[in-house]
């Protein structure tokens, strides 16, 4: 389940709900109880050791065999 973040406009904190992608606009109530909340944009980092596949060969139009 997607987690997304809140800031109170009334006091200030920021916090995390858990809720599905069909109540992601629905309004959020601040751990103090303030209901006057915006949610804020979250950035995604995605790392990994995979990298696209070198071409080998001679190159051209489908790796330096067939363009001959």
Do not use: I, N, W
Not at 9 to 22: D, K, N
Not at 41 to 51: D, I
Not at 61 to 67: E, K, M
Request: proline residues 7%; hydrophobic residues 25%.
């Amino acid at each position: 389940m997607p987690r997304y973040d809140y800031r109170c406009r009334a006091c200030g904190s920021t916090f995390e709900l858990s809720r599905p992608m069909s109540a992601a606009s629905d309004a959020a109530v601040c751990p103090e109880g303030h209901d006057d909340t915006v949610k804020l944009l979250s950035t995604v980092a995605v790392t990994g050791g995979a990298q696209a596949p070198r071409p080998s060969g001679g190159g051209g139009c489908c790796g330096g065999g067939c363009c001959g």
